[in-house]
């Protein structure tokens, strides 16, 4: 066979590609995943479409499957005793169960260069928590179900910028908690 420049080229490139993406796939690519979520110091059982008995101790975060379309849950207290039967809509790929109905709060990161995220704060709507107002326009939930974020309960946000010729943003859910430590520290007035 002959020394052929195209040919090595060619495999060097294919080599090339299937590298990048698996590098990708194995350590930056995103995992989707549900998970169900209990700050309380409770423990709970919970039986998810009919199938197997799950338990939740206090402070934990279980990742399950879910599949799309309607779901139904049954949750029981520490002693089995039936809380409540109810049912969901699971649409996107990631989603939290608030076993619970605790307070949670879905927060806008925004990303970008030159970004004066102070100002930007301050323009955005008020959230108030336990009497104090707090900028940022994070979204309260407390219900059973949420899929609209981006970032999981147990994930941080990125830390690098990926795209710094535009402005991005990222959602995120947090325990009440969480969020107020997460405020504190990352936004000083």
Known sequence: MKNNPSLKGLLIALVA??????????FLA???????DNPTPKTFYYKINNKGEGIISAGQTVS???EKGKNNIKVYDQ???LLYDSAFEV???RGMINLAHQDYYINEQYYGYNLKKDSLLLALDKTVIDGKMYYGGAKHFNKLYTEDFYYNVDEEYDRLIKNIQKVESRTKIFRKQDYLNYYNEYYKF
Do not use: Q
């Open 17 to 26: 590609f299937v590298g990048a993406f698996g590098i990708y796939f194995f």
């Open 30 to 36: 995103k995992k989707n995943y549900y998970v169900v």
């Open 64 to 66: 399950i499957d879910l």
């Open 79 to 81: 002693n089995k005793k």
């Open 91 to 93: 649409n996107k790929l």
